[in-house]
């Protein structure tokens, strides 16, 4: 079974430009939820979805915004890009229940 | 807002010594999850805790949830160098929000 995927896995972004994120999360998973973890710290909460509704919602401004498809596939859109948003973005999928989640391999973006 | 703190926050031990993290959350948590990151890799989860004073082993791992449901502590016994990385707690409030921890991240010298 294929795990959650992730794409890109780098990016290159400049300062001011727009940037989108994918998700698929594993099959039958209907949560999605994104992270994002600066180097050296721990994953930081952005949202979460769950069958295609917003759950919840981090400590994140309005540039950052996301939404989950039908197929339960999810984007993270980030405007007006700024240098502190250079980090790993994580998308993890769940079930409901003491399963944990699980992490795709990230996206590594850069602002330059 | 809720924090999570773990101490210690780096740890280098030689092979065959013990590990123990412990994690400090702000507010009282309906759950707690562990989870290991590799260096250059993603977190893997490790565990759920749910109940109070609930203690669970994986092989040489032991997990346990603090009484009052705000502390958490993950110990290893007789490290292996393939233990290596951070090993993060994760809590959650009750909310649909896991609050992640600092993380530890630990050495083994062989």
């Known amino acids: 079974d294929a795990g959650v995927t992730q794409s890109p896995t780098h990016l290159i972004k400049t300062r001011g430009q727009q940037v989108t994120l994918r998700c698929s999360p594993i099959?039958?998973?209907?949560?999605v939820s994104w992270y994002q973890q600066v180097l050296g710290q721990g994953p930081q909460f952005i949202f979460q979805?769950?069958?295609?509704?917003?759950?919840g919602r981090g400590n994140f401004p309005d540039r950052f915004s996301a939404r989950q498809f039908p197929n339960y596939s999810s984007e993270l859109n980030v405007n007006a890009l700024l240098l502190g948003d250079s980090a790993l973005y994580l998308c993890?999928?769940?079930?409901?229940?003491?399963?944990?989640?699980?992490f795709g391999s990230g996206t590594r973006l850069t602002v330059v | 807002g809720q924090q999570v703190m773990q101490i210690p926050q780096y740890q280098h031990v030689q092979e065959g010594e013990d590990f123990t993290t412990y994690c400090n959350s702000s507010?009282?948590?309906?759950?707690i999850q562990w989870y290991k990151q590799r260096p250059g890799g993603h977190p893997v989860f490790l565990i759920q805790?749910?109940?109070?004073?609930e203690v669970k082993k994986q092989k040489r791992l032991t997990f346990q949830f603090g009484e009052a449901k705000k502390n958490s502590s993950l110990h290893i016994t007789a490290t292996q160098t393939t233990d290596v990385g951070t090993y993060f707690c994760?809590?959650?409030?009750?909310?649909?929000?896991?609050?992640f921890g600092t993380g530890t991240r630990l050495k083994v010298l062989a």
């Open positions: 979805y769950y069958e295609k509704e917003e759950r």
């Open positions: 994760a809590g959650t409030s009750g909310t649909y929000k896991y609050i």
């Open positions: 993890a999928s769940s079930l409901t229940g003491p399963y944990g989640y699980t």
């Open positions: 805790l749910v109940k109070s004073g």
């Open positions: 507010t009282t948590l309906s759950n």
């Open positions: 099959s039958g998973h209907k949560s």
